[in-house]
């Protein structure tokens, strides 16, 4: 009867909570200093995105979003990049490519934009269109500002106007589910 009493009184004791964990990094675009906002990119698990007006909550394993009645989601079983799909069909291949920089095609493998680290947009032809610049606070695609982030080729991709909002929110949250996956520092354009 005695070793309840005991047992119980021996799990007394004080329980410290857990520390806040740090916010989620915040990543936006604006145009021109303090404008309106062009993109707002919240990482984390689910991943939340307002790009042009669109607001989408995005899954990253797997990588999913729901827009109106239209279902969005990432494969990357081709093992050249993300498929994006609305509905199942494929409307776009995201690829990583060396140095840090973002290829996009289109479903039947034509080269569309090539966004680089060191600032280049570029179409499927190669032909540069703008530049990304680096500042010490802030990156600069021509009138928009992006904040929070160093990685001048995901600046450049939430700034596209040759891609629409939901193709520059998945794929931007899929770019920095993985760089948090490799250790990256979430936003940074490093790769491990």
Known sequence: ??????AIAG?????????????????EARAGSGGTTLARIVAGHPC???VDGDDLLIGTVPLIAQVGG????????????????KDGAAIV??????????????????????????????NGSGEVLRRAEATRTAIKVGEAVITGTTDIALGGLITAPE????????????RLFWHEQRGSPVGSAGRK
Do not use: Y
């Open 93 to 122: 291949r995201i690829r990583d490519a060396q140095e840090a920089a973002i290829e996009v095609f289109d479903p039947r493998g034509t080269a569309l934009l090539r966004l680089s680290s060191d600032g280049a947009i570029a």
């Open 1 to 6: 009867m005695l070793a309840l009493p005991a």
């Open 11 to 27: 799990c007394q004791g004080k329980a410290e909570p857990d520390p806040p964990r740090p916010p989620w990094p915040v990543i």
């Open 48 to 50: 939340r995105a307002e």
């Open 163 to 174: 891609l629409i909002p939901e193709v520059r929110a998945l794929a931007a949250c899929h």
């Open 70 to 85: 239209s279902r969005w989601t990432g494969d990357d079983s081709a093992g050249d990049g993300t498929t994006l799909r």
